[in-house]
């Protein structure tokens, strides 16, 4: 399984853009990156995936280089509200089972 | 609609005791994971069924921990005798795609059990 390195902790403020970078770098060609969203008392929130360049939706974008080694989540003009704990992982859409694994995640702190 | 829902919301044991832990997935959903989160801890991954068949129970730790899909629906947990270290929060997932953990998957707000 392909483990992912990001960092522990991460500061912002309201209004910024924040970036997120993952490691993966003995990530598997059939692996797709995904980045789930965690509050306190939630469960995770899928966020969004990506395969390779760029992709994005409603809430971030996600940008993969070419060698796929790394990610990066970018959340747009954060608020306090995006307080959260931010997992990256990769995994294949092809096998069954435990292709998922968390990891401990960055903590985002959105301060006023 | 409706997400994963689960049940007891907060559940606190005395050590020894059994517990079971109920998973409502999203109706139509094939797969059902369990994951197990420690304070502090990203999610891990417990077992997962792909409707009534468990495929893989690799992460559960210890035989005291089962699980269950008897109709490829509701889902119940049971810890039996349970242990301090078993304090943690219990979370359900369930994803429309029959086979590849990494499709999105739609988590429930989780069981808190803390054991006395």
């Known amino acids: ?14 209004g910024q853009e924040v970036n997120i970078t993952c490691s993966h770098n003995n990530i598997a060609t059939n692996d797709y990156i995904t980045w789930y969203q965690q509050f306190p008392s939630q469960g995770p929130r899928f966020i969004i995936q990506g395969y390779k360049t760029k992709v994005t939706n409603e809430v971030a974008s996600l940008f993969i280089p070419a060698d796929r080694k790394s990610s990066t989540l970018s959340l747009p003009r954060v608020s306090l509200s995006d307080t959260a704990v931010y997992y990256c992982l990769v995994g294949d859409r092809a096998h069954t089972g435990n292709m998922l694994t968390f990891g401990g995640g960055t903590r985002l702190m959105v301060k006023p | 609609g409706a997400g994963v829902s689960q049940s007891p919301r907060y559940k606190v044991a005395k050590r020894g005791q059994d517990v079971a832990l109920r998973c409502d997935p999203i109706s139509g959903h094939v797969s059902l994971f369990w994951y197990q989160q420690a304070l502090g801890q990203g999610p891990e991954f417990l077992t997962y069924f792909q409707n009534e068949a468990q495929l893989d129970k690799s992460g559960l730790p210890s035989d ?53």
Do not use: H, N, W
């Not at chain 2, 699980?67 to 929060?89: F, M, N």
């Open chain 2, 64 to 116: 005291r921990f089962f699980a269950e899909r008897p109709e490829g629906s509701v889902s119940t947990l049971k810890i039996q005798r349970t242990q301090q270290e078993d304090s943690a929060v219990y979370l359900c997932a369930s994803s429309l795609a029959r086979t590849g953990a990494a499709y999105e998957q739609y988590f429930g707000p989780g069981t808190r059990l803390t054991v006395t």
């Open chain 1, 1 to 14: 399984l392909a483990k992912t390195t990001q960092p522990i902790s991460m500061d912002s403020y309201e």
